[in-house]
């Protein structure tokens, strides 16, 4: 029998999804991955980005689905890479991040889930505090061997309980509560 999903992430990060799923498990959703390459638009502002990719996806995918839009600020450096954080990930990476950062470590995780059922998208943010680390640490994905959230002394990439606190599971969460709602209305 085909598993059936609640919903469906759609995005071109399959790390963004597994991470995605296991939260999401915990408020008892079942998510799907929906593969999309989206075509992120020029904007400062991560929820009109996140707003135009779920709207895209759907039509894609022709079932609720949600996308995430994310973005590291660095306010010593008037809030790079923020929205442009996918480009300068793959071009300068982490090497080149911790090139520009000097004596003004403090950054921010930002969050923007949008869910698009065909209607107009719902969006909900979410934000962690923290600073750059002095070197890599740890091996995972993206900017994780180099943001360290307040309150830790180990990068993402060290923590074992990253998906309870991160970014991404502020944001879910918020989202899991409206969506649990919203069904059952
Ligand atoms: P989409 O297809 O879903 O857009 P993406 O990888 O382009 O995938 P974003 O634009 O949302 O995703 O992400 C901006 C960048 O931030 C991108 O380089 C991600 O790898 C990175 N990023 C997002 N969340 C992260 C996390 O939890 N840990 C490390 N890096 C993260």
Same mark, same amino acid.
Request: some cysteine; aromatic content about 14%.
């Given at each position: 029998?085909?598993?059936?999903?609640?919903?469906?992430?759609?995005?071109?990060?399959?790390? #963004?999804?597994?991470?995605?799923?296991?939260? !999401?498990?915990?408020?008892?959703? *079942?998510?799907?991955?929906?593969?999309?390459?989206?075509?992120?638009?020029?904007? *400062?502002?991560?929820?009109?980005?996140?707003?135009? #990719?779920?709207?895209?996806?759907?039509?894609?995918?022709?079932?609720?689905?949600?996308?995430?839009?994310? @973005? !590291?600020?660095?306010?010593?450096? +008037? @809030?790079?890479? +923020?929205?442009? $954080? $996918?480009?300068? =990930?793959?071009? /300068?990476?982490?090497? +080149? %991040?911790?090139?520009?950062?000097?004596?003004?470590?403090?950054?921010? =995780?930002?969050?923007?889930?949008?869910?698009?059922?065909?209607?107009?998208?719902?969006?909900?943010?979410?934000?962690? #505090?923290?600073?750059?680390?002095?070197?890599?640490?740890? *091996?995972?994905?993206?900017?994780?061997?180099?943001?360290?959230?307040?309150?830790?002394?180990?990068?993402?990439?060290?923590?074992?309980?990253?998906?309870?606190?991160?970014?991404?599971? /502020?944001?879910?969460?918020?989202?899991?509560?409206?969506?649990? #709602?919203? %069904?059952? *209305?």
């Amino acid at each position: 029998m085909r598993k059936s999903f609640d919903l469906y992430f759609a995005s071109s990060n399959k790390n #963004k999804y597994s991470e995605a799923k296991e939260i !999401l498990s915990k408020f008892k959703l *079942n998510l799907g991955f929906f593969e999309f390459a989206p075509v992120e638009i020029q904007s *400062n502002s991560i929820l009109e980005i996140a707003t135009k #990719k779920s709207l895209d996806a759907y039509w894609s995918c022709k079932k609720p689905v949600i996308v995430e839009d994310d @973005g !590291l600020f660095i306010p010593a450096l +008037g @809030g790079f890479p +923020g929205p442009y $954080s $996918s480009y300068v =990930f793959k071009t /300068i990476g982490n090497a +080149g %991040i911790l090139n520009l950062v000097k004596s003004k470590r403090n950054a921010e =995780f930002h969050s923007v889930i949008a869910y698009c059922d065909g209607k107009k998208p719902v969006l909900f943010q979410g934000v962690i #505090k923290g600073v750059i680390s002095k070197k890599q640490k740890g *091996n995972d994905w993206g900017y994780d061997p180099i943001f360290i959230p307040k309150g830790k002394t180990k990068t993402y990439a060290e923590l074992d309980d990253k998906n309870t606190l991160s970014h991404r599971y /502020i944001t879910l969460g918020k989202f899991a509560r409206w969506y649990k #709602k919203s %069904i059952n *209305n």
